[in-house]
């Protein structure tokens, strides 16, 4: 911990944290410690500091793009068991077709966008037969998938509010007129459905266009021509998922939650790096997610809410806040980063570490905190403990190489031991040497996620980590990714272990299977035996462009160097 007098805090918007010693209160934490309640004396940002980030992170918000595009056609949605979620679209007519179609009480239009866009639905509307004696009132959805769009009205059997759901009611009193809906959407299809109209006039559709918004522009960067035709597919349809999530921060998904959580920030930032290059709005977010910490402990927050002020959610996810410093390091990367944001920022990614140490027990091993939302993938039944164990080593160690790239090794000297420990502990505990394997937990559990996080970790090597990889890949009851984001690192994990065909496998497998079933954006839940499936309780909530999901283009461009 940081040995800091409250003069120094208050004025720490100009101090040199260089000449800040640690106290060397961490090495204390892997003795004994069962568990510990966070100091009260650990670093936390003063209010002046927050104010200051929050004035900066302003200062960054960038200038949406605006693009007008046409839809490309009528579309029906099919029943078919061959499909995913077992629906299809099937062609119905051009736009041409629409034109001067006359719509009355009861008629359903379904208008396929091309692609999946994040924007504003405009229409220009007219009336045929009588002059209109009364409103006109109509349905306007948006859908991402073809599922979505089968079946928009059965209820909800989630605690997830139904209101995420991209339905509108329009009632329009003077024709013609033209109508931009005021609340932003994302996905590819649009239903129009009338509601009500009078029995002598109806209701006509001249034109449809949606608006895209974006931080980054419509086209997108030409693939690598060294790709196969199938990975340029891959990075296509990954680069579209993370434009779809940039707005005036990083999305977590343009139709559900639309919040900046930190855990899809670090790996929308990767993929920014090799492909839109938006090193402005990584550093905004950065200083959102900062100005949030918790004042009680100085625990970063898992996500913001922009509007109507940027505040923190209640959300604390402690393996999202640990991968501050990781952040921090791969920020510092980019040739045009702000190194003098990085190093202000150097005491609030250490202070995460702290926290996190605070949660080690007697034997070395890290404790999943009761409590406190441990993340790591939505699989059902994962033990989170091996997997938590190696994020705490890698933030240590991403930690330790951005202090040293400022030159304030210093600030992370009295982590070098606890490091150490928590690498021999996992190793001695964790790491089945006769059976080449990670386990996890009470009953030594085997899962991708422990290998995988272990690797990254170096607590173990590229040979071990190989060999503990396809072990588990090849174990029937091994606990599987339950979406991209465990299988990011899965991938990353194979990809430093010398097997990197082995990773590009693995993307082809799991992500151009969604390209496959139709995927124009990735999504952020999928397994390929349950197509129905979703965390939340109904694959309708499931986000189909999810920040997490974009990072196969990371690995296809050239952005991580093993």
Not at 17 to 40: D, K
Not at 231 to 240: E, S
Not at 437 to 445: E, F, L, P
Not at 547 to 560: N, V
Request: aromatic content about 8%.
């Amino acid at each position: 911990m940081l040995e800091v007098s409250r003069a120094q805090s208050d004025a720490a918007d100009t101090a040199d944290f260089r000449c800040i010693r640690p106290s060397g209160i961490a090495r204390q934490y892997l003795r004994t410690v069962v568990h510990m309640t966070i100091a009260e004396h650990g670093y936390r940002p003063t209010a002046e500091q927050r104010r200051r980030w929050l004035d900066q992170a302003a200062a960054s918000t960038p200038v949406l793009y605006e693009v007008s595009c046409t839809p490309v056609g009528l579309v029906t949605c099919v029943a078919d068991a061959t499909a995913w979620q077992g629906w299809r679209m099937s062609p119905a007519g051009t736009m041409a077709d629409l034109a001067g179609r006359k719509l009355k009480r009861g008629d359903r239009v379904l208008i396929d966008l091309g692609e999946h866009l994040v924007g504003y639905l405009e229409l220009r509307l007219s009336s045929a037969g009588n002059p209109p004696d009364s409103p006109g009132r109509f349905r306007v959805c948006v859908f991402e998938t073809p599922a979505e769009a089968a079946d928009p009205d059965t209820p909800w059997a989630v605690e997830l509010s139904r209101a995420w759901f991209q339905d509108e009611r329009v009632t329009v009193d003077v024709l013609p007129t033209v109508i931009r809906m005021p609340r932003r959407s994302a996905g590819r299809y649009v239903l129009i459905e009338i509601i009500d109209t009078s029995i002598g006039w109806q209701l006509v559709i001249d034109a449809v266009r949606m608006h895209y918004v974006g931080a980054a522009p419509l086209l997108l960067p030409a693939p690598e021509t060294l790709m196969s035709p199938a990975m340029a597919a891959i990075d296509r349809v990954a680069l579209r998922t993370l434009r779809g999530c940039m707005q005036t921060v990083f999305e977590d998904g343009p139709k559900r939650d639309r919040r900046l959580w930190s855990g899809d920030l670090r790996l929308q930032a990767l993929v920014d790096g090799v492909s839109f290059h938006k090193t402005a709005l990584v550093q905004r977010c950065i200083l959102l997610l900062a100005a949030g910490t918790r004042e009680s402990d100085g625990v970063l927050p898992a996500c913001i809410f922009e509007r109507p002020n940027p505040h923190p959610a209640a959300d604390v996810i402690l393996d999202y806040a640990l991968l501050l410093p990781a952040i921090l390091q791969d920020l510092a990367a980019r040739p045009d980063a702000d190194r003098e944001l990085i190093r202000d920022l150097l005491p609030l990614a250490r202070r995460q570490l702290e926290i996190g140490l605070s949660f080690v027990g007697a034997d070395g091993l890290m404790l999943p905190p009761p409590g406190w939302w441990t993340f790591i993938d939505w699989a059902p039944g994962l033990d989170k403990q091996a997997a938590l164990h190696g994020i705490m080593v890698y933030g240590l160690r991403a930690f330790a190489r951005v202090a040293a790239d400022f030159a304030c090794a210093d600030l992370a000297a009295d982590l070098v031991a606890p490091t150490a420990r928590l690498v021999e502990r996992g190793r001695a505990l964790l790491w089945d040497e006769s059976r080449r394997v990670v386990v996890s937990g009470a009953q030594r559990q085997i899962s991708w996620a422990s290998p995988a996080w272990f690797a990254l970790a170096g607590i173990i090597t590229a040979a071990e980590a190989a060999d503990a990889l396809e072990h588990a890949m090849h174990q029937a009851d091994a606990i599987r990714p339950g979406g991209p984001y465990l299988m990011h690192h899965v991938v990353h994990a194979l990809w430093i272990s010398d097997r990197r065909e082995r990773a590009l496998q693995l993307i082809g497998d799991f992500w151009g299977g969604m390209v496959e079933r139709g995927a124009d954006t990735f999504w952020e839940v999928y397994d390929p035996t349950q197509p129905a499936w979703s965390p939340y309780g109904d694959a309708r909530m499931n986000s189909a462009c999810h920040a997490w999901s974009c990072t196969p283009s990371w690995f296809l461009r050239g952005g991580c160097v093993a």
